[in-house]
């Protein structure tokens, strides 16, 4: 089809000459934090795999095993012939983690949102976004056709005063944020969210995609504060900290029963494998018993933040506002040469004029290297 590839062929040219052209680049993922890109072996700071548990011995032995002894695919969605019993006692541990009634594991965080949302909300109803929130929480809300008012990042006041002023217009409410923003490495309001919540009767959800194994000792973001700040909906997902593969989501059991009937990614995508249960049970069993790893990832970030003269950061995801997409990229491809990756993030993830370095540390980072490397960005990234 030649206008098919005219147009799309002029679409890209102009993401070309805005710097914002993307492309894939072979990597191998050696042991959870040194790379391999081009023939060049990189330490990489921009992984998700924050407790390096994708390689760990114990999670890779349950995913083999599992494979070994129930092949590679689910072979059907959960509803028909894909739940295998693994499932059933990884959403028990789920549920047990969270402090909730049930649990329901999705294939993916992105299948997640876009479930969960349309399954509660319809068209006249209001969800509230934070204005940095997921691009699958925007998938979601959109999907769901509700009406969607968006407040200031982070900012629970202007929240609470765009809920008091729509929400009687609507007989269904839902406030939904990250619980660790993935690209700007802060944490929600959640306490004055969930109160407000609360308080105008409106359903809150938190993907907590970054918190989970990371923060509140392991346990997520709600966790963070004695006591925990209560959360009905509690999303996450199993790829980042867990190491491997799928995402849920811990509420009470007639929610998790009506995402069974009526969560359309889940009733209608094929179950995960059986090896990404089996991986996910071995991690969280680790996330659970070893506090000390959990509390390494963000110890990691504030010794590079202290030597590199930024500010504490909440959590181990460290943005470097650079705000031109070329600038960020000049300094992403120098510290490559140095023997680093850490990847510029540009618009569309991020708003326009924020382009930046975005740094994950994880468990396993020598500290020598993340000396070296905030040395670097100090001087020749910051110019001080
Ligand atoms: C990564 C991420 C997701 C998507 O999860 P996948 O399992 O990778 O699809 C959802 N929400 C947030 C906040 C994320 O960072």
């Given at each position: 089809m030649q206008s098919l590839d005219n147009f799309i062929s002029g679409k890209l040219a102009k993401l070309e000459a805005a710097s914002l052209r993307r492309t894939l680049v072979d990597t191998f993922?050696?042991?959870?934090?040194?790379?391999?890109?081009?023939?060049?072996?990189?330490l990489s700071f921009c992984c998700n795999d924050y407790l390096n548990l994708s390689q760990h011995d114990a999670v890779k032995t349950a995913a083999i095993e599992a494979t070994r002894k129930y092949g590679v695919g689910s072979g059907a969605s959960r509803l028909v012939t894909g739940n295998h019993p693994l499932f059933a006692e990884l959403e028990a541990r789920l549920a047990r983690l969270k402090g909730t009634e049930a649990a329901i594991v999705f294939g993916s965080g992105y299948l997640a949102n876009t479930g969960i949302i349309p399954a509660l909300i319809g068209k006249d109803d209001l969800i509230l976004m934070d204005e940095l929130n997921h691009a699958c929480l925007w998938g979601g809300s959109r999907m769901s056709r509700a009406k969607i008012v968006t407040f200031p990042h982070a900012d629970a006041a202007m929240a609470r005063k765009l809920l008091a002023k729509h929400r009687a217009s609507h007989p269904h409410a839902m406030i939904a944020t990250d619980g660790v923003f993935s690209m700007d490495g802060d944490i929600a309001p959640l306490r004055a969210l969930s109160d407000m919540a609360k308080e105008y009767d409106a359903w809150f959800l938190v993907d907590d995609a970054h918190g989970l194994g990371v923060?509140?000792?392991?346990?997520?973001?709600?966790?963070?504060?004695n006591p925990p700040v209560e959360i009905p909906l509690q999303?996450?997902?199993?790829?980042?900290?867990?190491?491997?593969?799928?995402?849920?989501l811990c509420a009470s059991r007639p929610v998790i029963d009506w995402m069974h009937n009526r969560a359309r990614t889940f009733v209608y995508s094929t179950g995960l494998?059986?090896?990404?249960?089996?991986?996910?049970?071995?991690?969280?069993?680790?996330?659970?018993?070893?506090k000390a790893l959990t509390a390494k990832p963000v110890q990691k970030a504030r010794a590079f933040t202290k030597s590199?003269?930024?500010?504490?950061?909440m959590t181990n995801i460290v943005p470097?506002?650079?705000?031109?997409?070329k600038r960020a990229l000049r300094a992403s491809e120098m510290l490559a040469e140095e023997g680093f990756l850490v990847v510029a993030i540009r618009p569309p993830t991020v708003p326009a004029g924020t382009a930046?370095?975005?740094?994950?540390?994880t468990a396993g980072h020598p500290d020598a290297e993340i000396e070296r490397l905030a040395h670097l960005v100090r001087s020749r990234v910051l110019g001080n």
């Open positions: 993922r050696e042991d959870g934090i040194w790379v391999t890109r081009g023939g060049r072996r990189l923060v509140g000792g392991g346990r997520g973001s709600a966790f963070i504060e999303m996450g997902t199993l790829s980042k900290a867990a190491g491997g593969y799928g995402a849920y494998p059986p090896a990404s249960a089996a991986a996910a049970i071995a991690a969280l069993e680790l996330i659970e018993t070893d590199a003269g930024l500010p504490e950061p470097i506002m650079l705000g031109e997409e930046r370095l975005r740094m994950t540390f």
